[in-house]
């Protein structure tokens, strides 16, 4: 049994390697990606409660550049291009009467790209009231889907009531033979919090102002196949988001952090050591969650075209 998951972990690592977007980073998918995951970072900072003028500055910059040589390989911007364009001009129109533009350089590398285009509009993040963001909540599904966004303001707390009663409609989502593997852990103190927050680095500046954390874990023991070594994450996945879909429902804002981003083995062993989480359960994900405030920013980046993630075969 041993040498059969050797084998397996040996085909998905060959498979890894030869076409990973780390390991083929001139591959056009692969920059759009880079694009993407540059520009959500800067959208983050432009809805953050608590903006600071000038932040961001090498993630600007890294923008400017991965705009311009996908632009330049393969030619005028459309959909995620089009938007990262749209993210810096956001930018430029929050420091529009900022007094500390001293690096004259910075801000000319960025009108350098944005001029060239001024049919694309500014991506301001929308500012909403907490009553028109759940307007849709009790609506007819696609609505309900559709109006479902990652808050990362929190004001106030949430009752445990309140969790159990969103991870309880939670269980709604389908698990292999019904196994049920997924368990969820719900941080509530505050010292334990910002300690596995700290070992998590894509929380930073709203963090820590969440009232509760919730981790998502899934326990091996479910495991009964060599050909189900992923199957865990599967299971957390499709649970993940019928979490995100109950907290909507019931109001709470939240945000999915990525743990898969922590290497460091050692992390993830201070984690289980430091919350009591068995050594048998993996981790999947965070969220963050707490009250909505009556007012909020929120990061909304807009979807591919379903024809480009659709084949028909």
């Not at 409660?49 to 993630?59: E, S």
């Not at 311009?68 to 459309?78: C, M, N, R, V």
């Not at 879909?245 to 990525?258: E, Q, T």
Request: net charge neutral; with cysteine.
């Amino acid at each position: 049994m041993q040498f059969k998951v050797k084998e397996a972990m040996k085909y998905d690592v060959e498979r890894y390697i030869r076409y990973a977007g780390i390991f083929n980073t001139e591959k056009k998918d692969n920059l759009l990606a880079q694009i993407i995951h540059t520009y959500h970072g800067i959208e983050k900072g432009l809805t953050m409660p608590n903006r600071r003028y000038n932040f961001g500055q090498d993630a600007i910059m890294s923008l400017v550049s991965l705009l311009s040589k996908y632009i330049y390989s393969y030619g005028e911007p459309t959909g995620q291009v089009a938007h990262g364009i749209g993210i810096l001009k956001a930018y430029l129109i929050m420091h529009s009467e900022y007094d500390g533009q001293e690096n004259i350089l910075f801000w000319q590398k960025i009108h350098n790209l944005t001029d060239k285009y001024p049919q694309i509009q500014p991506a301001i993040q929308p500012h909403k009231t907490a009553v028109d963001f759940y307007r849709d909540v009790y609506c007819d599904f696609k609505r309900f889907a559709m109006s479902r966004h990652t808050l990362r303001h929190y004001e106030g707390s949430v009752s445990e009531n309140e969790i159990k009663e969103a991870v309880e409609l939670a269980m709604t989502a389908p698990s292999a033979c019904n196994r049920q593997p997924v368990r969820i852990h719900c941080i509530s103190d505050k010292n334990l919090k910002n300690r596995v927050l700290d070992l998590q680095s894509g929380n930073r500046g709203f963090g820590k102002d969440a009232d509760k954390v919730l981790i998502v874990t899934g326990d091996l023991s479910s495991i009964c196949w060599v050909d189900e070594r992923y199957d865990i994450y599967t299971n957390c996945g499709i649970f993940i988001m019928n979490l995100c879909y109950s907290l909507f429902y019931y109001k709470i804002a939240h945000c999915v952090l990525n743990w898969s981003i922590c290497v460091d083995a050692a992390k993830d062993a201070e984690l289980h050591r430091i919350t009591g989480i068995p050594e048998s359960e993996v981790v999947a994900a965070m969220i963050t969650c707490g009250r909505t405030p009556t007012e909020i920013d929120v990061a909304m980046s807009p979807r591919k075209n379903v024809n480009e993630i659709l084949t028909f075969h």
